[in-house]
Structure formats: C-alpha cells, structure tokens
T-cell receptor, first 115, second 115 residues
Framework: AQSVTQLGSHVSVSEGALVLLRCNYS??????LFWYVQYPNQGLQLLLK??????LVKGINGFEAEFKKSETSFHLTKPSAHMSDAAEYFC?????????????FGTGTRLTIIP | GAVVSQHPSRVICKSGTSVKIECRSL??????MFWYRQFPKQSLMLMAT?????????EQGVEKDKFLINHASLTLSTLTVTSAHPEDSSFYIC???????????FGNGTRLTVT
C-alpha cells in the first residue's frame, strides 16, 4: 500500500528565511504527488502538483517542490517566508488515474513564521 | 477555477439528533465526491467515496449506517451524521475533481460539535 511521511509536525522559520517542508512517499507504482495548504477552520487549497514530466514544479504563492524518484521525496520549498505562509501543509499521493481519485495524506506540518 | 461549496460551515447539535452536511460543485459536474474527517491537529482521513447515482463506497471502519451519504445529482452530495454522539464531533471536509487527471478541490469544511 502507498504511504506518505511528513518529517516534522512543526516547523518554525523566521520571516524572509528559507522554508523547507519534507515529504517522503512509498508507492509500488509511479505516484502523482500534491501539496495542499490549510488555514484554520478551512478546507484545503492546492499549492502544486506533480504528475509527469518536469520534476521541479512551481506552485502558487512562490512555493515549489522537486520530485526525486531516487530519494522517494517531494519536499516543498519557498526561498523567503512571509507571515501569510503560516498554516498547515499536507503532502498527498495518488496512484490511480482511472476513476479512483483517492488521496493518501501525510500527517501534516504546521508552519510557524517568526517575525 | 473549480469551486466546491460546503454547508454549513459550523453546526452544533445535541446528542441523538441527526445533522446533514451538503457539498456542492458550483461550476462543474462531479460524478465522484469524497468525504474526509479531520481530528484536531491531525491529517485527513477518507471516510467514503460518493458516487452519483449509486451507493457510496465506505472505508474500512466507517459505519455506513451512521454516516449516510447521498449523491443524487452531479453537483450535490450530502453526508448525514445520524444519532450523533460527542465522539462524532470533528471537522468534515468534502472534495471533488473535474476529471480523472485533475487534483481534488476541497470545500471549506464543516465543524460539527455534538453536545
């Protein structure tokens, strides 16, 4: 079965510093990978996705992630943190592209920005 | 972009009563919608897959008689929590996708509190 592991349930960075949120996956077939952000008492908003092709994907709000098959990783980065980036971030995986849209989520990483 | 609307955003009910949560795809037709449950500071757990015109598919451990799902049209799925108990208090989120290749779009969630 597939799984997603997010290392670090809490990450704190200073405003303007690099943001790095880690995600590793396990899948027996090529996965589709996603990063979602959740603000308090709200649903999830898609930040970016990797399906096929270019392994470095850019998303909204200046975030990007790189798919590394050899490391089974899909870490999320942003060069310079902003106060508005404080939120919960979820890495997710999907393995089927034909009618089964189930997402497997990681446990989430709460990002805190220090002024 | 695709929008998923969820209603109500918050509901408080007494033990033993039933609560209905609606999930609508506002600008697209969704043959499949998903219902998730999120406990405080935890990840999303898939409860069931809602299929338009047919019975929902429930995940292991989810009581189908307690969590009734109806997907009567291509734009509406409902989750009814029957005979609610305090342990049912949680954040419930629905999602849908435009097509098989696209990522899921999420509603803003419903916070259910059972007193």
């Amino acid at each position: 079965a597939q799984s997603v592991t997010q290392l670090g349930s809490h990450v704190s960075v200073s405003e303007g510093a690099l943001v790095l949120l880690r995600c590793n996956y396990s899948s027996s077939v090529p996965p589709y990978l996603f990063w979602y952000v959740q603000y308090p008492n709200q649903g999830l908003q898609l930040l970016l996705k990797y399906t096929t092709g270019a392994t470095l994907v850019k998303g909204i709000n200046g975030f990007e992630a790189e798919f590394k098959k050899s490391e089974t990783s899909f870490h999320l980065t942003k060069p310079s943190a902003h106060m508005s980036d404080a939120a919960e971030y979820f890495c997710a995986l999907k393995i089927s592209n034909f009618g089964n849209e189930k997402l497997t989520f990681g446990t989430g990483t709460r990002l805190t920005i220090i002024p | 972009g695709a929008v998923v609307s969820q209603h109500p955003s918050r509901v408080i009910c007494k033990s033993g009563t039933s609560v209905k949560i609606e999930c609508r795809s506002l600008d697209f037709q969704a043959t499949t919608m998903f219902w998730y449950r999120q406990f405080p500071k935890q990840s999303l757990m898939l409860m069931a897959t809602s299929n338009e015109g047919s019975k929902a598919t429930y995940e292991q451990g989810v009581e189908k008689d307690k969590f009734l799902i109806n997907h009567a049209s291509l734009t509406l799925s409902t989750l009814t929590v029957t005979s609610a108990h305090p342990e049912d208090s949680s954040f419930y989120i629905c999602s849908a996708s435009l097509e098989n290749n696209s990522p899921l779009h999420f509603g803003n969630g419903t916070r259910l509190t059972v007193t």
